[in-house]
């Protein structure tokens, strides 16, 4: 990456439409170098329709994509160079062993080193398959192939699309260990897909919310978590003084004043009545005072309720 390439990848206005109908509408986003971004949306909201552009697979009605700082016709061809993509099926051969699956793509791609296909198994941990057919595969193990042969040209952005949908917990987790060891080890750009919020947490330092080809949020981690943990909810007349009876009276610093003045308190969540009777003895007219805080599913349904039914 050189310093014009502050971005991996930048599309303003994104918008792809089938016979009238959006897949994806005016979507604007910017991925940085380094990072795991998890692209969410329920079944049709526009992840693989996104995946498909971004790769080049389909052209888009309106809108422009940017691959590491070039956005021309053909600069944008010669920058995929550097994607490695596994988009809605791995493409494997059920016939052939693993091995032999990464040598039929390396040799299909140019790729001239024949250690790189040992050195991939190992990483995916796929080196004791042997001749094992892929078709004998678990739903797992082509998974980690898929990824494999995504990885063969040593991408700097990879894009896997749903990648751990359908697996069971040792599949999920061995996919994210996976995933978490390119970022790190390798400094890879990761985009991944998923409709599930829960598994991909712990992966992703970054969440891209799509419904029905919309961009509804771009959050990182540390948001989403801010967003999702428990506290009081206090709306009043008077933020400034709640601020000032919670440091002097309940003696913390643990809240959070935010733009539309309503207060978030993090302190205190078992003792209601002790916050209740600070606030009544200062005077302070509370129009709302709640315990709020989401799971990762209510608060994705949250999101994307928002835009249902435009
Ligand atoms: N080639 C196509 N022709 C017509 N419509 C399409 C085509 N590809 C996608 N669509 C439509 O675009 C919308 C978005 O589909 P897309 O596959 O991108 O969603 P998705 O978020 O990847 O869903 P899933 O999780 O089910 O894969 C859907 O309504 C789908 O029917």
Redesign the pocket.
Known sequence: MSEMEQYVLKTNGLT?S??G????RDLSIAIEPGRIYGLI????????????LVAGL?FPTAGSIELFGQSGAKDLQDERKRLGCMI?YPSITPNMSAKDNLKFHRILRGIPSETIENELLALVGLNNTGTKKAKNFSLGMKQRLGIAIALLGDPELLIL??PI?GLDPLGVVEIRNLLIKLCEERHMTILI?S?NLPELYQVATDYLI?HQ?KLMQSITLAELEENCKHHFLINCNQPEKLVSVLETELNTVNYKVMPDNTVKLYDYLGEQEVVAKKLYENGIAVSNFSIQGDTLEDYFISVIGGGLND
């Open positions: 792809k089938y016979k109908e959006f897949a994806l949306g329920q079944n049709g909201a526009g992840k693989s329709t996104f995946m498909r389909a809605e699309d749903e949908n897909s409709h799509i080809g």
